[in-house]
């Protein structure tokens, strides 16, 4: 099992800046990919960014140029943050950590329990 914990979050204005972080722990898994994803109610969970244990980044377009995702492997603690800059009202989502970690060749993936983001116009 993975445990993920999450921090960061609250309410910000427009223009603010906020980071998230997100560590994981879990003996013997290899973690790999890891993300956030962030969804707002009655529609579905989206992808914000993702990076890989080599960190390669992926960011969805609506956020490029103003959030930063990094992540800290150091003394065997996996720790995914996001930078988010230049906030917008329409960044107000529940913001979920995504981790996709393996053990023996088998594929994990778990989440986070959200973090709520809210932008003030």
């Known amino acids: 099992q993975v445990q993920l914990v999450e921090s960061g979050g609250g309410l910000v204005r427009a223009g603010g800046s906020l980071r998230l972080s997100c560590a994981a722990s879990g003996s013997r898994f290899s973690i790999n990919v890891m993300g956030w994803y962030r969804q707002v109610p009655g529609k579905q969970r989206e992808l914000v960014a993702t990076i890989t244990s080599g960190g390669t980044t992926n960011y969805a377009d609506s956020v490029k140029g103003r959030f930063t995702i990094s992540r800290d492997n150091a003394n065997a603690k996996n720790t995914v943050y996001l930078q988010m800059n230049s906030l917008k009202p329409e960044d107000t989502a529940v913001y979920y950590c995504?981790?996709?970690?393996?053990?023996?060749?088998?594929?994990?993936?778990?989440w986070g329990q959200g973090t709520q983001v809210t932008v003030s116009a």
């Open positions: 995504n981790v996709q970690a393996s053990r023996w060749g088998v594929e994990y993936d778990y």
